[in-house]
């Protein structure tokens, strides 16, 4: 079953709107909550990590807002451009393995000028 | 650096046919992993490997042979293609530390097994 459930499936803003994408799960081992940005053709990219004791992180116009006692964290893009258009994958670290990542579905965001 | 490249970048295959797909990193990472994509399902870890010699299995093994023989490259076999495994095939490398390290993914390789 998906360890990282992630919604929504995909997602049309407009430019300079907010797009918001949301990720939860079970497992309270994970201990780090990378976002990866893909476009098309090419392979995943690290965006922007958090750890789990810190309830957000910045960096730029990506934000991540992370609640640990609900087990859910969300990707904020501020000022939304066509160039952010992409697929978003949210993940989560596991303890085992090698910095072993288990990966949400994808969001497709589209930002229409 | 070229970072992580894959071959090849795309190739057709008869259900029952065996191929291998090569993953090379230059940047003299410890850990590797091969990674399947679907629509709709994410990235799913098939094999991954800690270091020259080792390799473990990811969430999704059944069907796939890892090996690395070399530290800059891991290979994934299929012995007997089945439709199943018709998809996107991600490699990335990671280098060894303590907390989060990013992982590198190549381009990836579509396989189409009719």
């Known amino acids: 079953q998906q360890q990282v459930k992630q919604s929504p499936q995909s997602l049309i803003v407009q430019k300079g709107g907010i797009s918001i994408i949301n990720c939860a799960y079970e497992?309270?081992?994970?201990?780090?909550f990378p976002w990866y940005q893909q476009f098309p053709g090419k392979g995943p990219a690290l965006l922007i990590a958090i750890r789990p004791d810190v309830s957000e992180k910045k960096e730029g116009r990506f934000t991540i807002s992370f609640n640990k006692s609900a087990k859910q964290f969300s990707l904020h893009i501020m000022d939304s451009q066509p160039g952010d258009s992409a697929t978003y994958f949210c993940a989560a670290k596991g303890q085992t393995g090698a910095n072993n990542l288990f990966f949400g579905t994808g969001t497709r965001l589209t930002v229409i000028p | 650096n070229a970072g992580v490249t894959q071959t090849p970048k795309f190739r057709v295959l008869k259900t029952g046919q065996s191929m291998t797909l090569l993953c090379a990193q230059d940047?003299?990472?410890?850990?590797m992993y091969w990674y399947r994509q679907d629509p709709g399902m994410g990235l799913r870890l098939i094999h991954y490997?800690?270091?020259?010699?080792?390799?473990a299995k990811g969430e999704v093994p059944d069907g796939y042979n890892v090996s690395r023989l070399k530290k800059q490259n891991f290979l994934l076999g299929l012995e007997s293609a089945a439709p199943s495994q018709t998809s996107v095939y991600f490699c990335?490398?990671?280098?060894?530390?303590?907390?989060?390290?990013?992982?590198?993914f190549g381009p990836g390789t579509r396989l189409t097994v009719l």
């Open positions: 490997s800690v270091g020259e010699g080792t390799t």
């Open positions: 497992n309270t081992a994970f201990d780090y």
């Open positions: 940047m003299n990472h410890e850990y």
């Open positions: 990335a490398s990671c280098p060894l530390g303590t907390g989060y390290n990013e992982q590198f």
